[in-house]
């Protein structure tokens, strides 16, 4: 089957920034799932996935300002049938001053059980994150093993998606961490590039309640560009 990539963008708030760096810099499919919850909007993606017969599907969220180059980058190596899901690499968050947090979203080695005590992870129950240094200093062409597949461009076959629907936590939360969770277990390996960073907007290490959509508007999903669907109404 042909690379024949959709962009599916969790959207549960207006940055317009990020949106238009998506609209700008990747030209293929894109599904808007807007004003959504967390528990939803990956129940919404499950669905569309079932009901679509794309090539590969890309999970982002609304937070992200994606290059040409980073974009470029992860639908190249995601095309690339040796690795199983590759995807977008962030800072963890911007500090008060603009400048990017010292640690990336990226983190090797083993995610851990998380204590059952709770509905979800917490931050100290993930692995360490390595640092921003750490990964500008990697060599330029270094494909990397990672754990977390952090919905930065995340992209994988239709068939991976249909074995691992995307699920949150009890707590309705952390589909990125319930997802890796899943693959890792099972053997399945998640990769990143140097070139495939993506800036997070997010401020400090809460979540960002910016222009907030949910609850607050209809929730819908928007279509960009459909090329073709099983379903009618999609093309």
Same mark, same amino acid.
């Given at each position: 089957?042909?690379?024949?990539?959709?962009?599916?963008?969790?959207?549960?708030?207006?940055?317009?920034?990020?949106?238009?760096?998506?609209?700008?810099?990747?030209?293929?499919?894109?599904?808007?799932?807007?004003?959504?919850?967390?528990?939803?909007?990956?129940?919404?993606?499950?669905?569309?996935?079932?009901?679509?017969?794309?090539?590969?599907?890309?999970?982002?969220?609304?937070?992200?300002?994606?290059?040409?180059?980073?974009?470029?980058?992860?639908?190249?190596?995601?095309?690339?049938?040796?690795?199983?899901?590759?995807?977008?690499?962030?800072?963890?968050?911007?500090?008060?001053?603009?400048?990017?947090?010292?640690?990336?979203?990226?983190?090797? %080695? *083993?995610? $851990?059980?998380?204590?059952?005590?709770?509905? #979800?992870?917490?931050?100290? @129950?993930?692995?360490?994150?390595?640092?921003?240094?750490?990964?500008?200093?990697?060599?330029?062409?270094?494909?990397?093993?990672?754990?977390?597949?952090?919905?930065?461009?995340?992209?994988?076959?239709?068939?991976?998606?249909?074995?691992?629907?995307?699920?949150?936590?009890?707590?309705?939360?952390?589909?990125?961490?319930?997802?890796?969770?899943?693959?890792?277990?099972?053997?399945?390996?998640?990769?990143?590039?140097?070139?495939?960073?993506?800036?997070?907007?997010?401020? %400090? *290490?809460? $979540?960002?309640?910016?222009?907030?959509?949910? #609850?607050?508007?209809?929730? @819908?999903?928007?279509?960009?560009?459909?090329?073709?669907?099983?379903?009618?109404?999609?093309?």
């Amino acid at each position: 089957m042909a690379f024949d990539p959709v962009l599916m963008i969790m959207q549960p708030r207006q940055i317009d920034e990020s949106l238009n760096s998506l609209k700008e810099n990747i030209d293929i499919p894109k599904v808007w799932f807007r004003a959504f919850t967390e528990s939803q909007v990956v129940a919404e993606m499950n669905k569309f996935i079932r009901e679509t017969d794309y090539s590969h599907y890309i999970v982002m969220g609304d937070d992200g300002v994606v290059s040409k180059k980073a974009a470029d980058t992860i639908l190249k190596y995601g095309e690339m049938k040796e690795y199983e899901v590759f995807t977008g690499w962030m800072n963890m968050h911007l500090e008060k001053d603009g400048s990017y947090s010292k640690e990336s979203t990226i983190c090797l %080695g *083993w995610i $851990p059980e998380w204590d059952q005590r709770y509905d #979800g992870p917490e931050r100290n @129950e993930y692995p360490p994150w390595q640092p921003m240094s750490w990964v500008n200093n990697l060599p330029p062409d270094q494909v990397i093993r990672i754990a977390m597949a952090n919905f930065a461009m995340t992209i994988a076959e239709r068939e991976l998606f249909l074995k691992f629907p995307l699920q949150t936590h009890k707590n309705k939360r952390a589909s990125d961490h319930h997802l890796s969770y899943r693959l890792q277990r099972a053997g399945v390996k998640v990769y990143t590039h140097p070139d495939a960073f993506v800036k997070h907007l997010r401020q %400090g *290490w809460t $979540p960002w309640k910016h222009n907030w959509l949910v #609850g607050n508007v209809k929730s @819908e999903i928007r279509y960009e560009n459909m090329k073709w669907s099983k379903r009618e109404n999609y093309v």
